[in-house]
């Protein structure tokens, strides 16, 4: 697993890709779910995979007025539980002012400066770029211009609904602790152990 932190001017990889993004805080049963379908369709295509991740929650720059979430990990324990799927390429950047103020289309350029992405993995609320102009719509018209095609993921649900960070973060405040492992699979008191699902499916090859 390649880590760059932060985004460089040019192609780190010529391999083609599969290629996710998101803040990924706690790397929970949705997250790994995420995983598994990236890896597992780069298998299948013949492809790399590329992830970018941020070290600290964006809403900390997006809403300075109102304290972040708190972390469920450290950008340490992040990678950490994200290692044993075998990304190819980890994209692992601060979120500062200056990313916050890139347009959606300029995110798309430094991505693809960096990658030979052929498969962008996105869910049906993806929200990037300044103003959160990087829409599912936006996202499919400009697939287009730059040569990669567009696959909406699905999301692990409990009870109908997509398992979220902030979710946990409720039940772990409420001390329901066993409800809040059930949805990261593992210890919530141990934030930082390693995932044991991942390691068999990366030893599987999924």
Request: charged share 25%; glycine share 8%.
């Amino acid at each position: 697993m390649k880590i760059y932190r932060q985004f460089q001017p040019y192609r780190v990889s010529e391999r083609p890709c599969v290629f996710l993004f998101g803040t990924f805080d706690g790397v929970h049963r949705g997250h790994q779910h995420l995983f598994s379908q990236a890896i597992e369709l780069a298998k299948k295509m013949g492809y790399a995979t590329a992830l970018l991740t941020f070290q600290n929650h964006p809403a900390a720059v997006l809403r300075p007025e109102i304290p972040p979430p708190i972390a469920l990990t450290t950008d340490a324990e992040k990678l950490s539980l994200i290692e044993p799927y075998g990304f190819d390429i980890v994209i692992d950047i601060e979120f500062t002012k200056a990313v916050s103020d890139l347009s959606a289309e300029q995110f798309i350029e430094k991505i693809c400066t960096m990658l030979d992405v052929k498969i962008w993995l996105a869910g049906d609320d993806v929200a990037f770029g300044r103003h959160r102009e990087g829409t599912k719509k936006y996202l499919l018209e400009r697939s287009k211009v730059w040569g990669f095609e567009v696959q909406l993921l699905t999301k692990l649900c409990v009870g109908g609904v997509p398992i979220s960070s902030s979710s946990i973060r409720t039940l772990i405040s409420e001390g329901k602790l066993s409800d809040a492992e059930g949805l990261l699979g593992r210890n919530p008191r141990k934030p930082g152990c390693r995932n044991p699902e991942a390691r068999v499916a990366r030893e599987q090859g999924v």
